[in-house]
C-alpha cells in the first residue's frame, strides 16, 4: 500500500494499426495482472504514451518488458514510497540490444505542506482509506478534509488530478488534529495534484465544549493564532467540528458518522471528568 509505481511508455510515431496492437497487448498484461492497472493512452505531440499502475516497480517492469515494443520505445517509471514522501525517477529502454537497460535513478523527498492529499485508514483494523486533504498546517495541528466513500486502493495519478477539483464544501468532514501520525509515514501520504491556493480555504469556526456551555471559536490570524469566541446557543450545539480531539477513536467515529449519519458527524461521545472523581 505505500509504494505506488507509475508507468509511461512513449512510442514515436508508428501506424495506427501497431498503435491499436500494442493497446490490445496491454488490455491482456492487465487482465493477466491484477495487480497492474492498465490506463489507456494519450499524447505529447511527439510519441504516443501507454499509462500503467502498480504497487511493486520490479512487477510492472518485467510485465512491460515482455511485449515486442518498436524502435525507440522508452519507459518513464515514477516510484512514490507514500510513508517516506519520496519520489524516485528513472528511465528504461524497451527496445533492442539495451532493451531492460536502466538510467541512474533520482529521489526526491518532499515536505509535508498544505495543499497535500493523503489516505486516512479509516478504522485501523480494515483494509479501508478515506482520501482527505490538508488545506492548514503547523508544526502542531493541520486542517484536514474528509472526501467520499472508504476505498481499499491508493488512486492513480490522473484520478487524484481529478480528485483535486474538489473544494472545501466538498468534504463530508473536516477535523483538526495532530499531524505526527502523516508526518511520520504511519499515513500513507499521495503529495499535491494541481494548484492549491489557500485563500479558497478558510479558515472555519471550531466548536468548544466547556463547564456545560458550547462556543464557536475562531482564529484571527490563521492556524495556531490568537482565537475569538462567541457562545452558542444550545440549539446549535455539536454542529461545528471540535477544537480539540483527544485521539483516533474520536476520529474514527466522526469519520464513521459523516458516513452514516452527517447531520450529527460533530457530535462527541461523553467524556469521562477529568480529573476523576
Do not use: C
Request: no cysteine.
Amino acid at each position: 500500500m505505500n509504494i505506488q509505481t507509475s508507468v509511461i511508455v512513449r512510442v514515436p510515431d508508428r501506424t495506427e494499426a501497431e498503435y491499436e496492437a500494442l493497446d490490445e497487448s496491454l488490455l491482456a498484461l492487465g487482465d493477466r495482472h491484477r495487480s497492474i492497472e492498465y490506463d489507456g493512452t494519450g499524447s505529447d505531440g511527439t510519441s504516443i504514451d501507454y499509462y500503467l499502475y502498480g504497487n511493486q516497480p520490479e512487477a510492472v517492469i518485467e510485465a512491460v518488458l515482455g511485449i515486442d515494443w518498436p524502435w525507440g520505445t522508452v519507459a518513464d517509471v515514477e516510484v512514490r514510497d507514500l510513508a517516506e514522501r519520496s519520489t524516485t525517477s528513472y528511465h528504461v529502454d524497451l527496445f533492442g540490444d539495451s532493451k531492460g537497460t536502466t538510467t541512474t535513478p533520482t529521489t526526491q523527498r518532499s515536505k509535508l505542506k498544505a495543499g497535500d492529499w493523503f489516505l486516512y485508514p479509516f478504522e485501523e483494523r480494515s483494509d479501508l482509506f478515506v482520501l482527505a486533504r490538508v488545506s492548514h498546517l503547523t508544526p502542531h495541528q493541520m486542517l484536514m478534509h474528509l472526501y467520499a466513500e472508504p476505498r481499499p486502493n491508493t488512486p492513480s495519478t490522473d484520478e487524484l488530478v481529478d480528485t483535486a477539483e474538489l473544494g472545501p464544501d466538498d468534504a463530508i468532514a473536516h477535523v483538526l488534529f495532530d499531524p505526527t501520525m502523516l508526518d511520520r509515514g504511519k499515513w500513507p501520504w499521495l503529495g499535491p495534484a494541481g494548484p492549491f491556493d489557500i485563500a479558497e480555504w478558510p479558515l472555519p469556526e471550531f466548536e468548544v465544549d466547556f463547564l456545560g456551555k458550547h462556543h464557536a471559536s475562531a482564529y484571527t490570524d490563521g492556524l495556531g493564532s490568537k482565537r475569538t469566541s462567541r457562545e452558542l446557543a444550545e440549539t446549535e450545539w455539536w454542529t461545528l467540528s471540535p477544537l480539540e480531539i483527544s485521539g483516533i477513536d474520536e476520529l474514527d467515529g466522526i469519520v464513521a458518522r459523516a458516513l452514516n449519519d452527517p447531520p450529527n458527524r460533530y457530535r462527541m461521545p461523553p467524556r469521562a471528568p477529568f480529573p476523576p472523581p
